[in-house]
Structure formats: C-alpha cells, structure tokens
C-alpha cells in the first residue's frame, strides 16, 4: 500500500508564507507526478502545481510567481512553498501522486486534504 501524508496547513495574513508537505510512503517503485490540488467552498477542485519525475512544473496563471513546487525524490515528498498570500487561496489544498508500486502496478493517490486560510 501507498499512503500519503500531509502537514503544513494553517492560517496566515495576507502578504504572508505558507509551506505545504507531503509525504509519501509505502511500496513504491518509482512516482511520476507529485501535484496540489485546491478546493474553496463553492468551487471545483483545480490544479494549482505539478512536478513531473523530470522536473517539469505546471502552475495554475492566479499562482504563478508566488507559488513555488519542489519535491524530494529520495524521500517521496512534495513541497508547495506559497508566498504573498492572497484570500483567494484560501481553500482546503490536496496532495496527489502518481506513479508505480513495486511489481510496476501503476497508482494514484490523493491525501486527506490540509486547510489554508488567508485573512486580508
């Protein structure tokens, strides 16, 4: 099994850091993607960063240049570092991973969700 465990949630002024992380552990061979996802209330779940095996990034245009993904290979763990925080990145933020359990079984995986909130 794969399990994914997430910390780094909490409340914050805006202006001001938050650093999310997530962890993954289990029987694991190798993890292609390691992304964010962010839900606020009333609204869809949306991408807000991913990093491929290769080190490509993807961000979501309303994070772009404040928002900063990293990941650890060697400890199968994911950083969403976010700086100037807004009240529109308040939202409940979900750690997802893909990849390959040993025996090349492929999974995906979402944590249990960390909350964020931003006071203006």
């Known amino acids: 099994q794969v399990q994914l465990v997430e910390s780094g949630g909490g409340s914050a002024q805006a202006g001001g850091s938050l650093k999310l992380t997530c962890a993954a552990s289990?029987?694991?061979?190798?993890?292609?993607?390691m992304a964010w996802y962010r839900q606020a209330p009333g609204k869809q779940r949306e991408l807000v960063a991913s990093?491929?095996?290769?080190?490509?990034?993807n961000y979501v245009d309303s994070v772009k240049g404040r928002f900063t993904i990293s990941r650890d290979n060697a400890k199968a763990t994911v950083f969403l570092q976010m700086n100037s925080l807004k009240s529109e990145d308040t939202a409940v933020y979900y750690c997802?991973?893909?990849?390959?359990?040993?025996?090349?079984?492929?999974?995906?995986?979402w944590g249990e969700g960390t909350l964020v909130t931003v006071s203006s």
């Open positions: 997802y991973v893909a990849g390959f359990k040993v025996l090349l079984t492929p999974f995906t995986l």
């Open positions: 289990g029987s694991i061979f190798r993890i292609n993607v």
């Open positions: 990093m491929a095996n290769g080190g490509s990034t």
